[in-house]
């Protein structure tokens, strides 16, 4: 396969070629400082996320515990010979 500049001016057109050319010049000058940038931004995020991941994991645990209690009476009134009252609806 032969390298030709025409079909890549055709493919991509002169605004297309000359966009890569630039990003390929720029990318060491803006891609240090992106990532100067983009490191902190990203720990906030991971460190968000943790948080978010224990506060949920703390509700959950504690809409267990009430489904679980409320599970258990729920049996201690039947056990008892309570019968299940029916809601009363529209």
């Not at 996320?49 to 959950?60: E, R």
């Amino acid at each position: 396969m032969d390298f030709d500049l025409e079909d890549l001016v055709e493919d991509f057109g002169v605004p297309g070629l000359i966009f890569g050319l630039g990003a390929i010049v720029l990318a060491p000058i803006f891609g240090t400082a992106l990532a100067k940038v983009g490191k902190p931004i990203a720990k906030t995020a991971i460190k968000t996320s943790i948080v978010l991941y224990g506060k949920t994991k703390t509700v959950l645990a504690e809409a267990s515990e009430s489904f679980e209690d409320l599970l258990a009476e729920t049996k201690a009134e039947l056990a008892e010979g309570g019968e299940p009252k029916a809601l009363e609806g529209s």
